[in-house]
C-alpha cells in the first residue's frame, strides 16, 4: 500500500466521508503508523493491531466532542463517530 494512496484527499470536496469510508482511512492511517512490531511483523500482517488503535482513535474524538454544546450538532457529532466505531468493529 502507498502511503499517498491513504493520505490523498480532494481538498476541494465538501461531501463528508461515510462512516464505513472513515473507519477504513484511520485504519489505513494506524497501519502506518504502526509499521512493524517487535517480532518484525507488520500491521498489515495482523490487522487487529490496526483496528485496536483505529478504535483508540475514534474514542479520542468522542471523548473531545463531549465538550461541545448540547444540541442538534453535538448529536449529529456524536452518531457519526460511534458509526465510525461501529465500522472499524466490522472490518
Given at each position: ?20 469510508e ?12 504502526i ?30 466532542i ?26
Amino acid at each position: 500500500m502507498d502511503q499517498r494512496d491513504v493520505l490523498d484527499a480532494n481538498p476541494n470536496s465538501t461531501k463528508r466521508m461515510t462512516p464505513q469510508e472513515k473507519a477504513d482511512k484511520i485504519i489505513k492511517l494506524c497501519r502506518i503508523a504502526i509499521g512493524t512490531n517487535h517480532s518484525g511483523h507488520t500491521a498489515l500482517h495482523n490487522p487487529r493491531h490496526a483496528k485496536n488503535c483505529a478504535i483508540v482513535c475514534v474514542d479520542e474524538i468522542l471523548e473531545a466532542i463531549k465538550n461541545q454544546r448540547y444540541g442538534v450538532e453535538y448529536l449529529s457529532e456524536r452518531d457519526y463517530w460511534f458509526e465510525v466505531k461501529q465500522e472499524i468493529k466490522n472490518l
